[in-house]
């Protein structure tokens, strides 16, 4: 995965725990990450069968010769946004202008903020960013020395409204003109050449158990129990999870089966990262993904 587990994950472990995974023929294990750029690197290093990242990751780990590709995007509308307690007043882009907003240097959140702002009409001279590392975000904003933070909208927003008794807003980067891909499977150009059948297994189970966690998203949150000692509340759990279902398509794949991507979401999303500088080239998509037979 690309981080220890959250809401976002249910899938997995429901298509494990329902026996999707072992009908198509896999022993599935599900191992927490740290972060997307150790699991893509690991990845397409081969130390990992496959990997849940951010795409981004993926995008730069290419650009820097890393072997690995993506089998499906699954969060096509990005969660990137800003969180705030709703009492900041944050409700459109210019709100930000003369805020503190926290920030962790490098990674395509931070990277994408001054595209955002800009896309916006903001200069990204009038918000300040105060850099610190992913759990030192939501300590500032509940200590009250940020006005909010970066962060998934299915991720962070729904802990600290837990852990602080408030409401939280979100500015989604979508809402506001700029969307590109986020989390989805990948596979080490290895494994592509080496085990085509289980990729092609691994693909069809996980799409399936997207499909099936969808349609119950109860049962989906409750397979998660016991998967972590840092795994959230039940009802932070669940509103990770009821997030992430917003997210599965862009108007190029509505209806769908969660995973299937339209080639020219890949086109805007490498063009937005070249932008962000995230990438040096911009390549073609399938230099990135490996599209099914008949798509891209």
């Known amino acids: 995965m690309n981080w220890y587990p959250y809401g976002e994950h249910a899938p997995f472990y429901y298509g494990e725990k329902k026996g999707i995974y072992e009908k198509h023929g896999i022993a599935l294990e599900i191992k927490a990450g740290q972060g997307s750029q150790k699991t893509v690197q690991a990845t397409g290093a081969g130390q990992t069968d496959f990997g849940w990242a951010d795409t981004p990751a993926l995008l730069a780990a290419v650009d820097k010769g890393v072997p690995v590709k993506s089998l499906g995007v699954y969060l096509q509308t990005t969660p990137a946004s800003v969180q705030s307690f709703e009492s900041e007043g944050v409700a459109k882009p210019a709100d930000l202008k003369g805020r503190t907003i926290a920030g ?16 916006n009409g903001i200069d990204p001279a009038e918000v300040k960013v105060q850099n610190t590392d992913p759990a030192g975000k939501m300590a500032a904003v509940m200590s009250g020395t940020v006005d909010g933070l970066m962060g998934f909208a299915n991720d962070q927003g729904p802990t600290i409204a837990s852990k602080s008794g408030k409401p ?26 080496s085990d085509e059948e289980i990729v092609e297994k691994m693909v069809a189970a996980t799409s399936e158990s997207w499909t099936a966690a969808s349609s119950d998203p109860a049962g989906a949150v409750a397979s998660m129990a016991g998967a972590s000692e840092q795994l959230p509340a039940n009802d932070v759990l669940t509103e990770q999870f009821k997030a992430t279902l917003e997210l599965l398509h862009t108007p190029a794949t509505e209806g769908e089966a969660p995973g299937v991507n339209a080639e020219a979401d890949w086109r805007q999303t490498i063009a937005t990262f070249k932008e962000a500088g995230v990438i040096e080239e911009a390549k073609d998509p399938a230099e990135y993904w490996r599209a099914p037979a008949g798509q891209g």
């Open 104 to 119: 962790t240097a490098g990674d395509a959140l931070a990277r994408t903020f001054p595209v955002f702002l800009r896309k």
């Open 168 to 193: 939280m807003s979100y500015l989604r980067y979508a809402d506001f003109g700029l969307n590109f891909f986020s989390n989805g499977l990948l596979a080490g150009e290895r494994k592509l050449q």
